[in-house]
């Protein structure tokens, strides 16, 4: 006899956010190559990350009101932490492309904090996907 396939009886909530945060995740990773292949705060590269940033705030909003645990489990608060580091990148980008212009290379160090940014992003992403998968 096959193997049965184990089926999660999901909110329409709880399904509109893995769907959205799934999108979240190419938006930030196209943005990532960019950024790590330019160095730049270009028009793509800000457009890609702004667009997750959104995504992954309306996703995060989802998923706390499908939510049977609560907002303050240890995967919520790496969620908010990482989306909170990815907002803080978004406004460093963007105050770079305003004061500095598009052309002008990153620094080291806030080209560094970008990819430290989407890996702790990643991260929660991944524990978020392990959760689900696991149940």
Known sequence: MPAQLKTIDMKPVLI?????????L???????????KTGKAGKNILT?????????????????IGSSRGPFTIHGILGYS????????????????IKSGP???????LHTYSLAAYLWWLMAY?????????R
Do not use: P, Q
């Open 103 to 109: 052309e002008i290379k990153l620094s080291k160090a």
């Open 26 to 36: 190419v938006s930030y990773t196209i943005f990532i190559i960019n950024e790590r």
């Open 82 to 97: 990482s989306l909170t580091g990815m907002l803080i990148d978004a406004f460093l980008l963007w105050r770079h492309k």
């Open 48 to 64: 890609f990350l702004t667009l997750g940033v959104i995504l992954d705030m309306t996703s995060t909003i989802c998923m706390i």
């Open 126 to 134: 991944i524990t978020g996907a392990m959760i689900v998968a696991f």
């Open 16 to 24: 509109a956010g893995t769907t959205i945060v799934n999108i979240a």
